[in-house]
């Protein structure tokens, strides 16, 4: 049985991601801005809204990204127009520019966030880098008792060889003197 996840996206929430984003892109913002701003829409993070664009919602809005890419070049086109015929002065199109004091703040927290989880992947590598040396520390340490304990298999073969050969040795001596024993038993049986 398949259950929908608690935090699935739905059609809704990719709708007005894509609205977003293809809005920021008209107007010259970055995508990044248009995730936080999602992502306070939604209570989610900006770097959900990113994966989620970059994973899915990207791929079903080739055009309108496309065409929003266009519009911003005309607009920036009308800009430079604008201002060399008398238009809007510099300070105007940066007042219009400007990021409101949410998505200043938005965005400063989605940093504080990237900040914080960078130091807790830091800290976690730092944490696997001397786990790993611990581990390659006892991996030398037991190599070195390995090849202690192959020689002194290898001196306790030696000597079980040397052993079954001295046993072999004592055998046929024995078995020598007990065929001498017959034999001196049997002449002395024929000679009485």
Known sequence: MTGVRQDAWTKEED??????????IREGGTQLEAFAEVGRRLSRTA????????????KQYKEEIEQAKQ?????????????????????????E????????LAFLQAEGQKARDARRAADENRALKNDMEQLQQM?????????????????????????????????????GAEKQAEQAAAEG????
């Open 139 to 175: 991996v030398t340490k037991l190599q070195l008792e390995k090849e202690a304990l192959q020689k002194q298999l290898a001196a306790v073969q030696e000597e079980y060889k040397t052993l079954l050969a001295i046993m072999e040795r004592a055998r046929k001596m024995v078995a």
């Open 47 to 58: 770097a959900a809204c990113g994966f989620r664009w970059n994973s899915y919602v990207r």
């Open 15 to 24: 709708e007005l991601l894509a609205d977003v984003v293809l809005q920021y």
């Open 71 to 95: 519009e911003r070049k005309t607009r920036k086109k009308e800009t430079a127009t604008g201002k060399e015929g008398g238009g809007q002065t510099e300070m105007e199109a940066a007042a």
């Open 97 to 104: 520019s400007k990021l409101s004091w949410p998505e200043v």
């Open 189 to 192: 049986v024929g000679e009485g």
